[in-house]
């Protein structure tokens, strides 16, 4: 095998081989990490960032980038606490998913059809979905109605066969993600979208389209983790989530995809998250370390994956120009 197969072996492996050598760093370190009870704490705490990362991976695949996420999730979570004492829970768990999906197709309307920047749009939405969530509670929680908190909370705590419904929850849209990615004419769409937009329309593909859905992919995919991250808490918490977009770029970016667009898979991102979620978990049973670091250590993974990314696009550029 030459060098440049090598290479591109590790570009292409690079997310699964860096989680399977934590693991082992972990596995061996800490005897703790490899307890079953730890090992599902790790996919239940990170199933929302988990469920935020497969959406945000089909916008950066088109090209595109929601900062919005996680102010949609805290709007999402004081509203389910909000309509909690009508006790119904098509209106309870359907509010903030039907309000999460208005956002996104919202966002995805002003990037698609106003032509403004993905980062500008997402970035007022943000700034909107926040606002929205202050002004309702001024500022404060929201806790559930007693009449509904413990059914409510005692779904979010619910295993089947022993698996913790959440992380289910995250497997099951990890699947239809990559079902969609690699199986489907949409997913097809996505990629020559973040590919290239002009070709894309040659091929018949309508690029406003697929913005427009993607954007209210990530919206429902936000909201459900704000339904998620409430039924946890037992209340709305219109501060919290905050990062949480950050965190699910960081895990998309580890996870293979191109910040650029055009290149990437759910199954990379689902490793990123995992990186991620196991580097907080070994600062924690570390105990010596403070929480903090994983901040930068994510921020020093995140910079070296964009500059290798940067690195191999300057090289493909130079032989396309060569040829």
């Given at each position: 095998?030459?060098?440049?197969?090598?290479?591109d072996f590790f570009r292409?492996?690079?997310?699964l081989l860096a989680l399977?050598?934590?693991?082992?760093?972990?596995?061996?370190?800490?005897?703790?990490?490899?307890?079953?009870?730890?090992?599902?704490?790790?996919?239940?705490?990170?199933?929302?960032?988990?469920?935020?990362?497969?959406?945000?991976?089909?916008?950066?695949?088109?090209?595109?980038?929601?900062?919005?996420?996680?102010?949609?999730?805290?709007?999402?979570?004081?509203?389910?606490?909000?309509?909690?004492?009508?006790?119904?829970?098509?209106?309870?768990?359907?509010?903030?998913?039907?309000?999460?999906?208005?956002?996104?197709?919202?966002?995805?309307?002003?990037?698609?059809?106003?032509?403004?920047?993905?980062?500008?749009?997402?970035?007022?939405?943000?700034?909107?979905?926040?606002?929205?969530?202050?002004?309702?509670?001024?500022?404060?929680?929201?806790?559930?109605?007693?009449?509904?908190?413990?059914?409510?909370m005692s779904l979010a705590?619910?295993?089947?066969?022993?698996?913790?419904?959440?992380?289910?929850?995250?497997?099951?849209?990890?699947?239809?993600?990559?079902?969609?990615?690699?199986?489907?004419?949409?997913?097809?769409?996505?990629?020559?979208?973040?590919?290239?937009?002009?070709?894309?329309?040659?091929?018949?593909?309508?690029?406003?389209?697929?913005?427009?859905?993607?954007?209210?992919?990530?919206?429902?995919?936000?909201?459900?983790?704000?339904?998620?991250?409430?039924?946890?808490?037992?209340?709305?918490?219109?501060?919290?989530?905050?990062?949480?977009?950050?965190?699910?770029?960081?895990?998309?970016?580890?996870?293979?995809?191109?910040?650029?667009?055009?290149?990437?898979?759910?199954?990379?991102?689902?490793?990123?998250?995992?990186?991620?979620?196991?580097?907080?978990?070994?600062?924690?049973?570390?105990?010596?370390?403070?929480?903090?670091?994983?901040?930068?250590?994510?921020?020093?993974?995140?910079?070296?994956?964009?500059?290798?990314?940067?690195?191999?696009?300057?090289?493909?550029?130079?032989?396309?120009?060569?040829?």
């Open positions: 095998m030459d060098k440049k197969k090598i290479l292409k492996q690079g997310a399977i050598l934590l693991v082992a760093v972990a596995l061996i370190r800490f005897p703790v990490f490899r307890q079953v009870d730890n090992l599902l704490n790790i996919l239940v705490q990170n199933s929302m960032i988990g469920i935020i990362a497969v959406a945000m991976t089909l916008v950066i695949i088109t090209g595109g980038i929601d900062l919005s996420v996680g102010a949609v999730a805290a709007l999402s979570s004081v509203l389910l606490a909000s309509v909690s004492g009508t006790n119904n829970a098509l209106l309870i768990f359907g509010l903030p998913i039907i309000v999460g999906i208005v956002l996104g197709l919202a966002n995805g309307f002003v990037i698609s059809r106003m032509n403004v920047a993905p980062f500008i749009s997402s970035l007022g939405m943000m700034m909107i979905a926040r606002g929205i969530g202050l002004v309702i509670t001024s500022g404060n929680s929201v806790p559930f109605d007693k009449i509904s908190k413990a059914w409510i705590k619910a295993t089947v066969f022993g698996f913790p419904v959440l992380v289910l929850i995250w497997a099951l849209v990890v699947a239809l993600g990559i079902y969609v990615t690699r199986k489907t004419r949409f997913g097809r769409s996505i990629y020559a979208v973040g590919g290239n937009e002009d070709a894309a329309k040659m091929m018949g593909v309508q690029p406003e389209n697929i913005k427009l859905i993607v954007y209210g992919i990530s919206g429902l995919a936000a909201a459900l983790s704000g339904v998620i991250l409430a039924s946890r808490l037992g209340s709305g918490q219109p501060v919290t989530c905050e990062g949480w977009e950050m965190d699910a770029i960081a895990a998309v970016a580890i996870g293979g995809t191109s910040m650029s667009g055009g290149r990437g898979s759910v199954s990379g991102t689902v490793f990123g998250v995992l990186i991620l979620a196991i580097i907080k978990n070994m600062i924690n049973l570390q105990g010596s370390l403070n929480s903090w670091w994983q901040s930068i250590i994510t921020g020093a993974l995140l910079l070296a994956v964009i500059l290798m990314q940067v690195r191999g696009k300057r090289k493909n550029t130079g032989k396309e120009k060569a040829v």
